[in-house]
């Protein structure tokens, strides 16, 4: 006979608007920890609608979650919402207070920073919305994955998977985290080099932040001055 | 005033034991082309127990699923159960019939096989199943992503990202994929080089080909010899 793993409590937080692959990348990769738990928490146990068409059933409320051993706040364009909502940013705080990891993917370290959890700590988040790390008193580290003591913030989206990695071979060992590699067939080849504004054609870049990053830059500054 | 883009149906098969980072990183990337709408269709209208500790709510069930202008097949664990069931391979013969791309990660493409849709094609699935293609008729090509008229195979679980990038460069041309891999922040950097057996450290392999793919092999093998 084995032991069990002692259980390793996960909690991402849910919300309409999310990235779902903010979450849905880490949770493929931290669910293979030897005694993985994974809680989704929401407001409400009631479907949340992702960015992507589709709909995930939370497991829990946030009144009803478990202490998290390892928090991890994904982000999206929902994300405006959970800046504004004090219970989400409590529940986080509250969270955050025991948990062994307090981690973001995206967008979602700009909730971490609304709750107050990144003064005076090194953070990045979504390329576009890096500038408004220090207004939460932080400092944006230019890498995919930063960690700074027991926080652990990504950049955008797919920097999730890479992050969830790192975090694994923390936790579990090198090993480990290069079996589930494996098992993943994580070997990525994209087709073009355009995941990042320093190597993306500069027309793309600038459509991308006409057309939607610009603005929705100014919205959350304007957001976080405001609170 | 702008037209609207034409609707693009894109159907995901859904079950329980799905691993769902094949339907999600492609699912993150498609719902972006101009004019889709993402369905995802499951035997009944109930939440899909992934395999990473959550569930999914589909959208439709089988019977009541639009005709799909691309379907996918997403593969994990589960698959064992829809190779089996001849109600989802008649949905996929239905829906692949009429469609204009016919397409899988990982082992998805199994389903695919076993509804009879890789006849004297090429394709791929995960890096430890490639042997069971040609037992569908199919002859294995050796890469992450691989095209043969419609039908598009994808290796595993993560090289459905980098399919789903080359499917929108097709459909909505490559400026719209680069614009996407950006806004993904798509720029992998693993923190390991073990995402295929051609690379991950021979132990490693050999450790998990022991304790999960020779076994999982075997018993799709004998489940597909079976039919």
Same mark, same amino acid.
């Given at each position: 006979m084995?032991? !069990?793993?002692?259980?390793?409590?996960?909690?991402f937080?849910?919300?309409?608007?999310?990235?779902?692959?903010? /979450?849905?990348?880490? *949770?493929?990769?931290?669910?293979?920890?030897?005694?993985?738990?994974?809680?989704?928490?929401?407001?409400? +146990?009631q479907?949340?609608q992702?960015?992507?068409?589709?709909?995930? @059933?939370? !497991?829990t409320?946030?009144?009803?979650c478990?202490?998290? #051993?390892?928090?991890?706040v994904?982000?999206?364009?929902?994300?405006?919402? =959970?800046i504004?909502?004090? *219970?989400? %940013?409590? /529940?986080?705080r509250?969270?955050?207070?025991?948990a062994?990891?307090?981690?973001?993917?995206c967008?979602?370290?700009?909730?971490?920073? *609304?709750?107050?959890?990144?003064k005076g700590?090194?953070?990045? !988040?979504h390329?576009a919305y890096?500038?408004?790390l220090?207004?939460f008193g932080?400092?944006h580290?230019?890498?995919? =994955? +930063?960690k700074?003591g027991n926080?652990?913030?990504?950049?955008? +989206?797919?920097?999730?998977? #890479? /992050?969830?990695?790192?975090?694994?071979?923390? &936790?579990?060992?090198?090993?480990?985290?290069?079996? &589930?590699?494996l098992?993943?067939e994580?070997?990525p080849?994209?087709? /073009?080099?355009?995941?990042?504004? #320093?190597v993306?054609?500069?027309?793309?870049?600038? @459509?991308?932040?006409?057309? +939607?990053? #610009?603005?929705?830059a %100014?919205?959350?500054?304007?957001?976080?001055?405001?609170?």
């Amino acid at each position: 006979m084995t032991d !069990s793993p002692k259980p390793f409590h996960i909690v991402f937080l849910l919300f309409d608007g999310i990235t779902q692959l903010d /979450f849905t990348g880490p *949770a493929q990769v931290l669910c293979r920890i030897p005694g993985a738990v994974i809680h989704t928490a929401a407001k409400a +146990v009631q479907p949340i609608q992702t960015d992507s068409g589709f709909a995930i @059933l939370p !497991s829990t409320s946030l009144a009803g979650c478990p202490q998290a #051993d390892l928090l991890c706040v994904p982000g999206g364009f929902g994300i405006r919402g =959970v800046i504004q909502d004090e *219970a989400t %940013l409590q /529940f986080l705080r509250d969270q955050a207070a025991a948990a062994e990891y307090v981690t973001s993917v995206c967008t979602g370290s700009l909730a971490l920073g *609304a709750a107050g959890l990144l003064k005076g700590k090194r953070a990045t !988040s979504h390329w576009a919305y890096t500038g408004l790390l220090e207004k939460f008193g932080a400092t944006h580290e230019k890498a995919r =994955v +930063v960690k700074d003591g027991n926080l652990i913030t990504a950049g955008g +989206v797919t920097s999730g998977i #890479d /992050f969830a990695l790192t975090v694994v071979a923390e &936790i579990a060992g090198q090993q480990w985290a290069e079996s &589930i590699q494996l098992s993943l067939e994580y070997d990525p080849h994209p087709p /073009f080099n355009s995941g990042h504004p #320093d190597v993306a054609d500069p027309r793309t870049l600038a @459509l991308m932040r006409e057309r +939607v990053y #610009d603005r929705q830059a %100014l919205d959350l500054a304007d957001i976080i001055d405001r609170q």
